[in-house]
């Protein structure tokens, strides 16, 4: 199966710091990729959507000037939580889709907040 | 609204069968995904259905009936390694995953 990728894998920063997350396909051109976040004993929350070179579609209740996404390229996309606070700790995951059905999944990144 | 649910926990024996029910509202369907997620990874894809019938790969099989809105994810030959979370997600009309809340499959020696 396709390939996409993630970084940092694990990232610890201080209260009010902005964290970038970087998603890469790396062996196919994404056109569309998604952010999740999945909190502890939970199912995966879908964050937003993103194409390639147009604005990111966030699901309700998520603060699209707190975590902002630019999907630069058919092959990146990155997540940028500004001024992160604990609650923002959580497992962010990306997954990305060829314009096939099946979506592939990056390893995820845990953020901690201190 | 749209909806999918599949029962929050099941316990089976290793070596033995088990079956993952998930019964599913949308608007819409073009597939249902089954994925595998063990504690602290993202998930893995296992199968996606997108017409009527039973498809299997190796230990595991999937099934779906989209006049009932429902499909299953057999399990066989368990192993203790299949201990983890097994989500079931059906793609909208859309084109957007809807995700059910996973099962959390605990196998026992």
């Known amino acids: 199966g396709a390939v996409v990728s993630q970084h940092p894998s694990r990232v610890i920063c201080k209260s009010g710091t902005s964290v970038k997350i970087e998603c890469r396909s790396l062996d196919f051109q994404a056109t569309t990729m998604f952010w999740y976040r999945q909190f502890p004993k939970q199912s995966l929350m879908l964050m937003a959507t993103s194409n390639e070179g147009s604005k990111a579609t966030y699901e309700q209740g998520v603060e699209k000037d707190k975590f902002l996404i630019n999907h630069a390229s058919l092959t990146l996309s990155t997540l940028t939580v500004t001024s992160a606070h604990p609650e923002d700790s959580s497992f962010y995951i990306c997954?990305?889709?060829?314009?096939?059905?099946?979506?592939?999944f990056g390893p995820g990144t845990r953020l901690t907040v201190l | 609204g749209q909806n999918i649910d599949q029962p929050t926990e099941m316990t089976a024996t290793e070596g033995a069968i088990v079956q993952i029910n998930c019964t599913y509202q949308t608007s819409g369907f073009n597939g249902l995904f089954w994925y595998q997620q063990h504690a602290g990874e993202a998930p893995t894809f296992l199968s996606y259905n997108v017409l009527d019938g039973l498809e299997e790969k190796g230990r595991f099989s999937s099934f779906l009936s989209r006049s009932k809105g429902y499909s299953y994810l057999l399990l066989k030959e368990l192993q203790m390694k299949d201990s983890a979370s097994y989500l079931c997600?059906?793609?909208?009309?859309?084109?957007?995953?809807?995700w059910g809340a996973g099962t959390k499959l605990i196998i026992k020696p």
């Open positions: 997600a059906v793609l909208d009309s859309n084109y957007q995953l809807i």
């Open positions: 997954s990305a889709r060829s314009g096939e059905n099946e979506q592939f």
